[in-house]
C-alpha cells in the first residue's frame, strides 16, 4: 500500500468514525437507546480511531529534534 492508498483510507476511517459520532447521538437522542446497540457504535468508533493513529503516525515523517 502506497501513500496516496493510505492517505485515501485514513480520509475514508476519519469519514466514517465521523458517521459513527452522528449515529450514537442520534441513538441517545432518540429518547430509548438501545445500550447494546450504542456500546457496539462506541467500540467499532474506538477500532477507527486506533486505525487512524496508525496511519497519521505512518504518514507523518518522525521529526529528529
Do not use: C, W
Not at 501513500?3 to 441513538?27: P, T, W
Request: without cysteine; negative net charge; aromatic residues 4%.
Amino acid at each position: 500500500m502506497n501513500e496516496e492508498e493510505m492517505a485515501k483510507r485514513l480520509a475514508g476511517l476519519r469519514n466514517e468514525h465521523r458517521d459513527l459520532d452522528a449515529a450514537i447521538a442520534a441513538l441517545l437522542d432518540s429518547g430509548g437507546p438501545d445500550q447494546l446497540q450504542v456500546a457496539r457504535l462506541k467500540k467499532r468508533k474506538l477500532m477507527l480511531k486506533d486505525q487512524i493513529a496508525f496511519f497519521e503516525d505512518y504518514l507523518t515523517p518522525d521529526i529528529i529534534a
